[in-house]
């Protein structure tokens, strides 16, 4: 059983930047793909960027590209977000998830996932 747990999020104004941290509880995280959904009020969750297995690959959502970096180190069992250039759309819960493939990851279908840690971006 994988624990994930969100924390970095926060309120901040556009043009800022936020760390968003996923801290698992498993020793062998390091061999999941991890993945990043937000879900906004209103809105279905949505894919905003995945990390494979031992940093292999990554992968953004169109609209974060360039502005977000996914990153992790396994050592501290633990898969970051940076988020840069924040816009008022990028408000949203952020959830991070993980599974052993990335496919199952990317199709937001992971069988572990984290509570959630708000972030809002003020115009």
């Known amino acids: 059983q994988v624990q994930l747990v969100e924390s970095g999020g926060g309120l901040v104004q556009a043009g800022g930047s936020l760390r968003l941290s996923c801290a698992a509880s498993?020793?062998?995280?390091?061999?999941?793909?991890v993945g990043w959904f937000r879900q906004a009020p209103g809105k279905e969750r949505e894919f905003v960027a995945a990390?494979?297995?031992?940093?292999?690959?990554?992968y953004y959502v169109d609209s974060v590209k360039g502005r977000f970096t996914i990153s992790r180190d396994n050592a501290k069992n633990t898969v970051y977000l940076q988020m840069n250039s924040l816009k008022p759309e990028d408000t949203a819960v952020y959830y991070c998830?993980?599974?052993?493939?990335?496919?199952?990851?990317?199709?937001?279908?992971?069988?572990?996932w984290g509570q959630g840690t708000q972030v809002t971006v003020s115009s």
């Open positions: 998830s993980a599974d052993t493939l990335v496919r199952t990851v990317l199709a937001g279908n992971s069988h572990y």
């Open positions: 990390i494979g297995s031992y940093g292999a690959g990554a």
């Open positions: 498993e020793r062998t995280f390091s061999s999941y793909d």
